[in-house]
């Protein structure tokens, strides 16, 4: 008899916890929840199949050289626990941590990649510039002549960082809080969520309602309307990002490439395919329909930098939404206007990397009602204090 | 951006051609309460919806106008010159 | 005429594609699959599955099935070692029990194992062979096309959608895969050999052309339309049975193919699976080309394929058959993935035995084939699990792995197709979708209805790299004394799309030549090139009122014949960007009131109307920013400003050092002494005959005038200062001159040495945010942060030894991340290394120790506020 990875539940009238965003941000919070704190009475909650949102759209790249000290330390304890993560989950999930290059194609954004080796280094993340030489030896098939319009410069070369099987890590999750008998709900959509005297006491479904204790708002594209139910207003605004993947290659690429000034990602899967990222498209948008003119710049941005591989075929693009806050850091923490409201949400286009560590800090604030010091920085409250954090020229391609 | 936005002056172009502004959010007065103030400057309605937001003819007339957008599946419904 | 394959010569004939010519020479298996290595031949021959794919003159993964024969081309297989005929990998295929779906998520759970399995798979991985990094260059272009209606395919139902529109009087574009063998119709563009990859929002299709002409591989054509017609006709998929991926198993559209437009005769003795009783079309193609058909099963009798590398026979519930072709009748599949792109809904049609699209957005139809339930169901029996049974021919991937991972609870369609990756590989779902979906439905005892589709995305087919990029023009923008700069041994940096001088080579080593133009200044004339400088002119009642609104200082009081530095603030306080404004005298000659004569007229761009006219400097790269952010806070305002981007129209220049009076008065006979133009005035005269504005500004710490002027007079005005100047020793400096010199008067760059969280206050620019205006943007944030207790600052420092840090290099204080240097440089002036820099306010205060990581070690420096060279200014004013 073949066990299943998560079994299909109905849907109870009341949970200790109920977590709207079933993705990896969501999932680790359960798992943590059980695991570390012994809360078992938890209902993940999702509007479609598991994985089905950002967790499973993201070009799944993880590193860790941020450019803050609040950033740093957070997104290295995340990759830490990328690290042990098939063991402890007992679930491979394909960690290929095979180091990650940002390149500088101007000299504005080679000090921004120094400021980035700096801070690194001195926080003890594994980071240094190196430059277009030994570029070329890491990575022979890219080009690195005065042929281009904006000729490399410099790599911020960072061994730590690589890449991962996305909807492993979503499985392996679910099946280790399927386990602890915490429950997954997927194809539960969320339709409202009851607030009385500045509590939330009920969450409204399309399967029925639920009464919690706590609320947590861990959805990606959908922060803002989930927190608007609760009528907790947030700073975000929502962008599509998208990315394609070609068909497969023999090896010849194992490093991940970002490139700031073309603003493109690319990376060669196990199976050699390619995959090709970009930044977030400059308007707002729910639509997560891919666009030809995005696409069209994925491809040039690549061809600068591998000008050889004009006849490789894309053979798919895809879209998720992005929630972007002022400072390109998360907001996680309790809602200043419902006291039993939480939200781990305004992930940007850097969510995926910190679900493990996300999820574990969230948790811990859930379960004892202390900020644990790694999510200090990204408080709610923090807009309003005036504190925002410095990490936009780190977070994306965008810089 | 491949859906196409009706300028006002121009006529229907392909969004590509705009820059996108941002939601269209009303200014306080100076001396207004601090909360006003501080919502005009960091809340966003974010809406996933209809939304009245700004763009500006880049590659055009080089104007702003105002748009009605539902933002899940990028239809304009109406543009105009804000009064 | 012949090709090369593998170095050995193929003939061709007319109209052969180069599978086609293979296989008449006799080639069978065209590749190896993916996982296991099993050996593949046509099965298509229309472009959709994987087993033809083979590098061409150099290009991996390319459908040799539907590639024209070309005299001359080269074509190596891919994907197996030494040879298609013999593979070693194929020996995975003994080693399949290892490696059953999901095999590598349940193994390797130890992070080093995983690491050492991972090297070992990835070499065996992938198709094609990437072409290496000096492979030859193609030539693709893009085009853009306006249609009333654009028709997706040229059979007969989109032919007379395209006629029928064409009578209404629409302008109609077609687009056909096929070459065009027939004389179009001339009330219709047709585009052959063209595909339609995508349906993207407000109807634009994205299409390629292959071999437009002679000079370009691809076009890829952008197609605007009303509406759109989708007549795509539908697709052959496989049947599944026991060892369905043989060489010589093939679709009823292959053979028909193969035989009426290549003239091949592909096989001997054939077995036909089809549902059709009595005999078929297909049957009699066979038979006229003198192929003995033995059998007609129907696909529920099917047991399996026999044969190691080609089909041999096929065991049946009525008997074994020796055979070396079976035709597949397979399932018809509407081509809808565009309109399920588009939105459209697809229902399952049991009497189809396929998914028929409806729901289709406004403006968009589809017609024929694609569109109705005509296509027969060809078999409604779905697989059995069976380890050699395969659904997925791109990734290898069998029913026993489907019907293994729903039981795994991989049930919804699309988290069987991730765990599975069916659906994933080149034919991105064409041959193994449907089943797929059968199997699911079927495990879970769901309806095909209620499984449902994967989502369906372009490009599909799949479009080169190349295609998309197009020509890849990167702009370059160059000054108008671009090519003296040139002349002058300039070494260039980037700035944007900008080409600027870094230095000029005038020296053995950088730092020399950077210090000899420093020192020019410093001690007689540099002229530095600034026409990247954003340039903006206000007019109209309002523009002070504007200015006042827009920017923290205040414009409306300045004077006539005044300049201010300017610094724009957003609503929260950040700096956004800086420069200077001026006010030009109100003359409505636009001259000096100075100035005798003056008949001349002057070039309107510079030219001072009336006593609102306001001339705006930004930053190089901000300008199309500012330009918009003026534009709109004027919107619906309702007040009297016209605001002028003059970027490109006027070059500038900075001449600076002591000598600058001297060499412009040679030029001019604008009254340059300080009593006729103070520091922080500006006004318009003539330069070498030039019409200018002329502005005493001091960025670079000495006397010195900014002049801007027409961009046509760019070169002679440059090179009429260059020649007044050489008595003097005049030296043209550039960017790395300049941010040295300005570093020594502790001027702040924009963007350089403020981020974007800098507010004035923190940047020690408090002096420039009036509060006492009524409103201006950013007035309530900044009057809060005015009061705040800021974090960090901005700060100045000297190095307490030699060491000279870099720009980005990490402030330490007792050890800990303490900020960071925004720029830092050798000074002449105090014969030091100097700089600005970030740090925690705690660390800000005068004469503050701090440490400075310099090649990673922490090395000390002193705080300080002062500005290290001619702190009172007396330099800007001699």
């Known amino acids: ?399 | 951006m491949s859906f196409l936005l009706a300028c006002p002056e121009c006529g229907e172009r392909s969004a590509y051609e705009f820059r996108f502004g941002g939601e269209v959010k009303s200014r306080p007065q100076q001396g207004d309460s601090e909360e006003a103030w501080f919502q005009y400057i960091y809340t966003k309605t974010n809406e996933a919806g209809e939304q009245e937001e700004w763009w500006f003819h880049r590659n055009g007339c080089r104007k702003w106008f105002q748009a009605l957008r539902d933002t899940r599946t990028n239809t304009v419904i109406a543009t105009w010159y804000p009064e | 005429m012949d090709i090369r394959f593998n170095g050995k010569a193929i003939p061709i004939q007319e109209g052969d594609t180069v599978a086609s010519a293979l296989y008449r020479a006799g080639q069978r298996i065209f590749t190896r699959s993916f996982k296991y290595h099993r050996p593949r031949g046509l099965l298509c021959c229309s472009g959709h599955c994987p087993n033809c794919l083979m590098n061409v003159d150099g290009i991996p993964n390319v459908r040799t099935c539907i590639t024209p024969a070309r005299a001359g081309m080269a074509v190596k297989h891919q994907n197996a070692r030494p040879s298609l005929d013999f593979d070693y990998l194929a020996i995975a295929q003994q080693f399949d029990w290892m490696m059953p779906v999901g095999w590598y998520y349940k193994n390797f759970t130890n992070p080093r194992m995983w690491h050492l399995a991972e090297a070992q798979i990835r070499k065996v991985a992938g198709l094609g062979d990437p072409p290496p990094p000096d492979a030859p260059e193609a030539v693709y272009e893009h085009a853009h096309m306006q249609a009333g209606v654009a028709v997706i395919g040229a059979g007969p139902a989109g032919l007379n959608a395209a006629r029928e529109a064409a009578s209404q009087g629409e302008r109609v574009v077609v687009v056909d895969d096929q070459p065009r063998t027939t004389p179009g119709d001339s009330s219709y563009t047709l585009l052959s050999r063209s595909y339609c990859f995508g349906l993207y929002e407000g109807n634009l299709l994205g299409v390629l052309q292959s071999e437009p002409h002679s000079g370009a591989r691809e076009r890829l054509v952008h197609i605007r339309a009303k509406r759109i017609v989708v007549a795509t006709g539908a697709y052959e998929a496989p049947l599944t049975f026991k060892n369905n991926d043989l060489p010589g198993i093939m679709l009823s559209t292959a053979v028909w193919r193969l035989i009426h437009r290549h003239g091949i005769q592909p096989g001997t003795s054939a077995v036909i699976i089809s549902n059709e009783t009595g005999d078929s079309a297909i049957a009699a193609e066979l038979r006229n080309v003198g192929i003995a058909v033995v059998a007609t099963v129907p696909p529920s009798d099917v047991l399996e394929a026999t044969g190691s590398k080609h089909v041999t026979g096929l065991r049946t519930r009525r008997g074994a058959f020796a055979c070396d072709l079976v035709v597949m009748c397979g399932h018809r599949i509407p081509d809808a993935g565009l309109l399920s792109q588009a939105g459209a809904k697809l229902e399952w049609s049991a009497e189809a035995g396929a998914f028929v699209p409806t729901e289709l957005p406004p403006n968009i139809t589809a017609v024929g084939d694609v569109a109705h339930a005509l296509v027969r169901a060809a078999s409604t029996l779905v697989s059995m699990p069976n380890k050699r049974t395969f659904v997925c021919f791109c990734n290898d991937v069998t029913s026993q792995d489907i019907c293994d991972s729903v039981a795994e609870g991989f049930d919804h369609i699309e988290l069987l197709k991730r765990y599975t990756t069916t659906t994933m590989g080149p034919c991105q779902g064409r041959m193994c979708q449907l089943q797929a979906i059968g199997i699911c439905a079927r495990e879970t005892g769901r309806a095909i209805q209620e499984t449902g589709v994967t989502t369906s995305r372009p490009p599909n087919p799949g479009v080169t790299l190349g295609a998309l990029g197009g020509a890849r023009h990167h702009p370059i923008r160059r000054t108008p004394m671009h090519y003296q700069h040139e002349e002058l041994g300039a070494v260039w940096m980037d700035m944007g799309d900008w080409k600027r001088p870094r230095y000029y080579k005038s020296a053995q080593t950088e730092r020399e030549s950077i210090l000899r133009e420093y020192h020019a200044v410093r001690q007689a004339v540099g002229v530095i090139d600034v026409s990247t400088l954003g340039k903006l002119s206000l007019k109209g009642r309002d523009s002070g009122k504007l200015l006042d609104k827009v920017y923290t200082n205040r414009f409306s009081d300045l004077k006539p014949g005044r300049v201010r530095y300017a610094v724009l603030c957003d609503e929260a306080g950040i700096i956004l960007d800086d420069g200077t404004i001026s006010r030009p005298l109100a003359d409505a000659r636009g001259y000096n009131t100075g100035d005798p004569g003056g008949t001349r007229s002057v070039a309107p761009s510079v030219s001072a109307g009336t006593i609102d006219d306001f001339f705006i400097t930004t930053t190089t790269g901000n300008l199309d920013f500012v330009e918009q952010w003026l534009e709109w806070w004027l919107a619906g305002a309702g007040w009297d400003v016209q605001i002028n981007n003059l970027t490109s129209a006027l070059a500038a220049v900075n001449l600076a050092g002591p000598k600058a009076r001297e060499v412009l008065s040679a030029l001019t006979s604008c009254g340059l002494s300080n009593a006729e133009f103070p520091y922080m005035a500006c006004r318009n005269a003539e330069v070498a005959g030039v019409p200018a504005l002329l502005m005493r500004i001091g960025f670079v710490g000495e006397t010195g005038w900014e002049i801007h002027y027409p961009a046509e007079s760019g070169e002679h005005l440059w090179s009429a200062l260059m020649d007044a100047g050489r008595p003097f020793g005049i030296c043209p400096f550039g960017v790395e001159a300049q941010r040295l010199l300005r570093l020594e008067k502790r001027h702040v760059i924009v963007g350089v040495d403020t981020d974007a969280l800098t507010s004035p206050y923190e940047a020690g620019m408090a002096w420039v945010v009036k509060h006492d205006k009524a409103d201006f943007i950013g007035k309530f944030a900044l009057g809060k942060l005015e009061s705040a207790q800021a974090q960090q600052s901005l700060v100045g420092f000297t190095m307490n030894a030699n060491q000279i840090p870099e720009d980005g290099a990490a402030i330490l204080v007792n050890g800990a991340l303490a900020g960071r240097v925004t720029s830092a440089r050798y000074s002449p002036a105090v014969e030091k290394a100097i700089g600005l820099a970030w740090v925690t306010a705690g660390a800000a205060a005068e004469g503050a120790q701090i440490e400075i990581r310099v090649a990673g070690a922490p090395v000390r420096a002193t705080v300080t506020q002062r500005v290290f060279y001619d702190p009172d200014g007396a330099r800007l004013r001699m």
């Open chain 1, 1 to 399: 008899m073949t066990e299943r990875m998560w079994r299909p539940r109905s849907l109870q009238s009341s949970y200790d916890v109920v977590i709207i965003g079933a993705g990896i941000h969501g999932l680790a919070t359960a798992y943590y929840l059980g695991k570390r704190h012994g809360v078992k009475k938890i209902a993940l909650l999702d509007k479609g199949y598991l994985g089905s949102g950002n967790s499973g759209r993201n070009t799944a790249i993880l590193r860790s050289n941020y450019r803050t000290p609040e950033g740093i330390p957070f997104y290295d304890a995340s990759v830490k626990l990328y690290e042990q993560m098939s063991q402890e989950l007992g679930w491979n999930v394909l960690f290929s941590q095979c180091g990650h290059l940002t390149l500088a194609h101007t000299d504005s954004s080679l000090i921004g990649l120094r400021v980035r080796a700096e801070n690194n280094q001195v926080l003890g993340v594994d980071s240094k510039l190196i430059f277009p030489d030994e570029i070329k030896r890491m990575v022979p098939a890219i080009d690195i002549s005065s042929r281009a319009r904006f000729p490399i410069m410099a790599a911020l070369y960072h061994p730590p960082g690589g890449v991962i099987r996305h909807d492993a890590v979503v499985w392996g999750y679910a099946r280790a809080c399927d386990r602890m008998d915490i429950e997954i709900h997927p194809y539960t959509e969320v339709t409202g969520i009851r607030v009385e005297k500045g509590r939330a006491l009920c969450v409204a479904t399309t399967r029925g309602n639920v009464a919690a204790g706590a609320v947590l708002n861990v959805t990606a594209g959908w922060a803002s309307t989930i927190s608007k139910m609760a009528g907790v207003p947030l700073p975000i605004v929502s962008h599509q990002l998208q990315a394609c993947v070609t068909e497969p290659l023999k090896p010849f690429l194992d490093k991940v490439i970002v490139s700031a000034t073309l603003h493109v990602y690319v990376n060669q899967t196990d199976k050699g395919e390619l995959v090709l990222g970009a930044e977030i498209d400059p308007y707002q948008s729910y639509s997560m329909r891919s666009t030809l003119p995005t696409l069209e710049q994925i491809a040039g941005h690549t061809l600068d930098l591998f000008p050889q591989l004009h006849g490789l075929r894309v053979l798919r693009q895809w879209a998720g939404v992005c929630d972007m806050t002022p400072d390109y850091a998360p907001i996680i923490g309790r809602a200043e206007e419902v006291e039993n409201f939480y939200m781990d949400v305004g992930w940007g286009t850097y969510g995926f990397k910190a679900g493990p560590i996300a999820g574990q800090c969230t948790a811990e604030l859930i379960a004892t009602g202390k900020t644990p010091a790694l999510i200090q920085a990204f408080s709610p409250g923090r807009f309003r204090a005036g504190r925002l954090v410095g990490e936009k020229a780190a977070a994306a391609v965008s810089s």
